[in-house]
């Protein structure tokens, strides 16, 4: 199962997400931060109460389901605020995503104890998003904008195929997340399948690659069943050892090797950070990357990290 941190008690309040109630809110055309037209609320209710009695036919309905497992509201005003604040963001986002086949639910922990425990919750104040036979928990933002695009990655294939010059630069233009690449004969190699295999482990965290292009392997010093590991902001790649390689060789390797000496915040993962080990060194650092000052500043972290890639205690 590929499984992140659920969102951080310190930062996941409904304070967060007053700009995502002003959104919903909005008049017709409003625009996430990333581009995304949201239609006005329409009042229809589309998030599901789920319980032990319906839980089975929510999860066959729906190619994707996101459920928020949420704590007993409370009686006073403030609670049931913040609880309908959170209910408003899960309804425009299951209004935006409802031709794509993606369901949004509700289980509540003292009432709904025993659907929590049959599905695997355990986290309160939590999204879990169940696909098929994986279970992701999302440990980003919560607003509607954000949980949309999060939820428009889970729905792509987790792998992309690059194919030529246009889809290798665009490739090469990704520093700031963590990327694997790797090089098969076709489609129904076995090992490409394990590759793919892999990759739904780690969907849609961590972007996998795959090339069927002798000229695109060349250029990336790949040969034939050789799988790269990019960690972001590092000049060069790793290159999982002794391919080829099995799905459970792919996966014991990115466990070991997957936090990132340096990594940029973004809004769908932004408290990935909280399930670093805090005794070791924990740096986070703001800077306008539009800024020269802030884009010097930067450089110099990357610098830093790079150096100091080989410590397992930095972050």
Do not use: C
């Not at 729906?62 to 459920?67: F, G, T």
């Not at 990336?220 to 972001?232: F, G, M, R, V, W």
């Amino acid at each position: 199962q590929a499984q992140a941190e659920p969102l951080h008690p310190a930062a996941k309040g409904l304070g967060l997400s007053l700009a995502a109630l002003l959104l919903a809110l909005a008049g017709p055309g409003a625009r996430g931060e990333e581009g995304l037209d949201f239609p006005e609320y329409d009042g229809i209710d589309r998030v599901i109460d789920v319980n032990l009695k319906n839980y089975k036919g929510v999860l066959k309905k729906y190619e994707v389901l996101a459920l928020l497992y949420h704590e007993p509201v409370g009686e006073d005003k403030a609670s049931q605020r913040q609880f309908e604040l959170e209910e408003l963001i899960l309804e425009l986002a299951a209004q935006v995503l409802e031709d794509k086949g993606v369901g949004f639910g509700l289980v509540d922990a003292e009432k709904d104890a025993a659907v929590a425990k049959k599905l695997g919750l355990v986290e309160e104040d939590s999204i879990y998003v169940y696909k098929e036979d994986e279970v992701i928990e999302y440990d980003g933002e919560f607003s509607a904008d954000t949980l949309v695009e999060f939820l428009l990655d889970v729905l792509e294939d987790p792998v992309e195929f690059i194919d030529g010059e246009n889809e290798l630069e665009a490739f090469e233009r990704i520093e700031d997340v963590p990327k694997l690449i790797g090089y098969f004969k076709n489609e129904d190699s076995e090992h490409f399948k394990a590759f793919e295999d892999a990759a739904e482990e780690f969907h849609p965290f961590i972007p996998f690659f795959a090339t069927f292009d002798s000229k695109v392997a060349k250029k990336l010093s790949l040969k034939l069943n050789e799988i790269d590991y990019y960690e972001p902001f590092m000049e060069k790649p790793v290159t999982i050892p002794d391919k080829p390689n099995s799905e459970e060789e792919i996966v014991q390797f990115m466990e070991e090797n997957k936090r990132p000496t340096l990594r940029k915040l973004h809004p769908d993962s932004m408290y990935e950070t909280w399930e670093d080990d805090l005794d070791g060194i924990h740096i986070v650092a703001f800077a306008e990357e539009d800024d020269p000052d802030g884009y010097e500043f930067l450089e110099i972290l990357k610098e830093v990290a790079q150096d100091n890639t080989d410590n397992p205690d930095l972050s």
